[in-house]
């Protein structure tokens, strides 16, 4: 009868661990983000007058943000991996994705 009104002791589940793919993903997204500063810094300082393979790298970048932006995606909807690097690997492919394709829109 006493172990009816016993309290539980809920055990504490271990830390998950965080998603290497999305922390991969992030990073590829984040050198996208600076490449389009320096491009962006590059075009002021030289007044438009920018070699061509600097726009052909920044298309690299373009395409290589929609697999990242997908892969993060699918690893968002994992639930076991920490949900910070779940975030930061979808979140910063967004930004990416958004910013190269406006300010491709922009100055194309």
Do not use: Q
Request: charged share 15%; hydrophobic share 50%.
């Amino acid at each position: 009868m006493n172990n009816r009104h016993r309290r539980r002791r809920w055990a504490t589940e271990s830390k998950k661990s965080p998603s290497n793919t999305s922390i991969t993903v992030a990073i590829i997204s984040g050198v996208a983000i600076i490449y389009l500063i320096v491009c962006i810094v590059l075009a002021i300082n030289t007044g438009g007058d920018v070699p061509n393979f600097v726009g052909a790298l920044g298309m690299v970048f373009f395409l290589a943000t929609i697999p990242c932006f997908v892969i993060g995606r699918r690893r968002f909807k994992m639930n076991n991996y920490n949900l910070v690097s779940r975030i930061v690997g979808l979140v910063i492919p967004i930004i990416a994705l958004g910013l190269l394709y406006l300010f491709g829109l922009i100055f194309a």
